[in-house]
Nanobody, 126 residues
Framework: QVQLLESGGGSVQAGGSLRLSCAASGAFGAFSRNRVTWFRQAPAKEREGVASIYTGGDNTYYADSVRGRFTISRDNAKSTVYLQMNSLNPEDTAMYYC?????????????????WGQGTQVTVSS
């Protein structure tokens, strides 16, 4: 069973950048063959699928709210998926989670993922 650990969150000013990492431990082969998706959830808001990447790294999806600012990538040799976030604004403030073991269906539907990390907080000040 793979376990996920997010890192890279922090506090930045609007316009700044952060790079989040989602590192997998255990079942590395399975991780590299699975979709990995970043979600975020802000207080009093619904969870939102932010960006998703499939096995080869050339199949990516983004929420409209982040397209053009965020980039998802993966390094299967390191069992890690990254989320490069540029041009951050206060609306990006949230807890960010990565998830894998996708069960099919919509990539942005959190109920379709079996394994989640603990999350990393991103705070963007104006």
């Amino acid at each position: 069973q793979v376990q996920l650990l997010e890192s890279g969150g922090g506090s930045v000013q609007a316009g700044g950048s952060l790079r989040l990492s989602c590192a997998a431990s255990g079942a590395f082969g399975a991780f590299s063959r699975n979709r990995v998706t970043w979600f975020r959830q802000a207080p009093a808001k619904e969870r939102e699928g932010v960006a998703s990447i499939y096995t080869g790294g050339d199949n990516t999806y983004y929420a409209d709210s982040v397209r053009g600012r965020f980039t998802i990538s993966r390094d299967n040799a390191k069992s890690t998926v990254y989320l490069q976030m540029n041009s951050l604004n206060p609306e990006d403030t949230a807890m960010y989670y990565c998830a894998t073991y996708w069960l099919g269906g919509s990539w942005s539907d959190g109920s379709r993922y079996r394994t989640w990390g603990q999350g990393t907080q991103v705070t963007v000040s104006s």
